[in-house]
């Protein structure tokens, strides 16, 4: 089963532009992480936001999380070609359990 | 530093016959996961493993998904035999801690079962 649900599926902006992409579970957690994957490889961690943060930056990367509104979001800034690839939101339900995955953002950066 | 090595990248089988993974984790990490990824939607955890011990199997098939790691260090999960809804990539991915802190993932293996 999958917690975590992207919001929107896909999503196609030009080279510069901002992407956003939400993020909303269903279940208290401990943190949230953000992952990258590009067409046919692994899962690449960007960012880990825990319960107690409402907002994170690395880079380009700026993320929100409400634990009211069960919601994160991921705001990618200038964006470039290079950053065409699925996007991922994990969420940790409880300490030891496992990482639970969203089925994902497709991001489209048009040159 | 090595990343998480996974083998082989792609695999087609019949169904009915017998399949294995092979996942190196990055060194020193003792907690290894597998993970199946179907076209289009997020990785689901199968197992996992910290060091020899499966803490985490409850989404394991068992009639026909098998998994070992031996030493604590390289795992293979096994399918046999195999269907064609196992068609998905296979991905395994390791960490350092026992909280859920970031998952490093293998390029994984596509298999196509016809």
């Known amino acids: 089963s999958q917690q975590g649900e992207e919001d929107p599926q896909a999503l196609s902006i030009q080279e510069g532009e901002n992407a956003t992409m939400n993020c909303s579970y269903k279940t208290s957690i401990n943190n949230l992480q953000w992952y990258r994957q590009n067409s046919g490889r692994g899962l690449v961690h960007l960012i880990l936001i825990r319960s107690n943060e409402r907002e994170k930056h690395s880079g380009r990367l700026r993320v929100t999380l409400d634990t009211s509104k069960k919601s994160s979001s991921l705001l990618i800034t200038a964006s470039r070609a290079a950053d065409t690839a699925s996007y991922f939101c994990a969420t940790d339900p409880s300490g030891n359990t496992p990482l639970v995955f969203g089925k994902g953002t497709r991001l489209s950066v048009i040159a | ?114």
């Open chain 2, 1 to 114: 530093e090595a990343g998480v090595v996974q083998s082989p990248r792609y695999k087609i089988i019949e169904k009915k016959q017998p399949v294995a993974f092979w996942c190196n984790p990055i060194s020193g990490h003792n907690t290894l996961y597998w993970y199946r990824q179907n076209l289009g939607q997020g990785p689901e955890l199968l197992i996992r493993y910290e060091n020899e011990e499966a803490v985490d199997d409850s989404q394991l098939p068992k009639d026909r998904f098998s998994a070992e790691r031996l030493k604590g260090v390289d795992s293979t999960l096994k399918i046999q035999p195999a269907e064609l809804g196992d068609s998905a990539v296979y991905l395994c991915a390791s960490s350092s801690g026992t909280e859920n802190e970031k998952l490093f993932f293998g390029s994984g293996t596509q298999l196509s079962v016809l």
